[in-house]
């Protein structure tokens, strides 16, 4: 069991900026992968960054890369996904995910994420 919250969404004008925060349970950032999904109204969840234990490797989905920055916050157990350049498109519930394995890989579906955190809301509008 690997508890998540998210936090930080809310609404922002677009051009805007949120920080996106993850808090884990102990220890969890030494040992499992951490990824951000998001899941517009009518659309599937899809995968928007990961961030690796093992090598601290970072992933990020193309329509997010050069705007999103994913890190690991050790002290207190948190990872961040800062959003930076936002857009429309970007509206969505975004979650962040546990694999249950160190390492991102380069399956993003939703199956291969075993413990999800409740979601926060982010709506980027004018």
């Known amino acids: 069991q690997v508890p998540l919250v998210e936090s930080g969404g809310g609404l922002v004008q677009p051009g805007g900026s949120l920080r996106l925060s993850c808090e884990v349970s102990?220890?969890?950032?030494?040992?499992?992968?951490i990824a951000w999904f998001r899941q517009a109204p009518g659309k599937e969840r899809e995968g928007v960054s990961c961030?690796?234990?093992?090598?601290?490797?970072?992933y990020y989905a193309d329509s997010v890369k050069g705007r999103f920055t994913i890190s690991q916050e050790f002290a207190k157990n948190t990872v961040v996904l800062q959003m930076n350049s936002l857009k429309s498109e970007d509206t969505a519930v975004y979650y962040c995910?546990?694999?249950?394995?160190?390492?991102?890989?380069?399956?993003?579906?939703?199956?291969?994420?075993?413990?999800w955190g409740q979601g926060t809301q982010v709506t980027v509008s004018s």
């Open positions: 995910a546990a694999p249950g394995r160190s390492f991102c890989g380069t399956d993003w579906s939703v199956n291969v994420y075993h413990h």
């Open positions: 961030i690796s234990a093992t090598d601290d490797s970072t």
């Open positions: 102990g220890r969890t950032l030494d040992y499992y992968a």
